[in-house]
């Protein structure tokens, strides 16, 4: 089992940026990868980004190309969504979760283990 626990979401303006982390716990294998999705009202769980725990490798949506930026800290058992140029249309729940490294990382329903989310509202 893998506990995933996201933080980092908050209020900003447009144009503003946020870094979201997603700390994770228990057993973790370097044949898989952490992705993150976001959820807004009324709309299907999307996702962003991906990284291999143990290359680094990234993998990201072209919605967030180039504005939003997916790390790792393998020593601290962390991944980061750093988020810049924020649109109101950013404005979701952000989920960060487990997915094996040979795996569709667009699909949500490839990944193991979810975080709880963490909300991201970006005003006009």
């Known amino acids: 089992q893998v506990q995933l626990v996201e933080s980092g979401g908050g209020l900003v303006q447009a144009g503003g940026s946020l870094r979201l982390s997603c700390a994770a716990s228990g057993r973790t294998f370097s044949t898989y990868a952490m992705g993150w999705f976001r959820q807004a009202p009324g709309k299907e769980r999307e996702w962003l980004a991906a990284?291999?725990?143990?290359?680094?490798?990234?993998y990201y949506a072209d919605s967030v190309k180039g504005r939003f930026t997916i790390s790792r800290d393998n020593a601290k058992n962390t991944v980061y969504l750093q988020m810049n140029s924020l649109k109101p249309e950013d404005t979701a729940v952000y989920y960060c979760a487990v997915v094996p490294v040979y795996s569709d990382y667009g699909d949500p329903y490839e990944y193991h283990y979810w975080g709880q989310g963490t909300q991201v509202t970006v005003s006009s």
């Open positions: 990284i291999r725990w143990s290359g680094g490798n990234t």
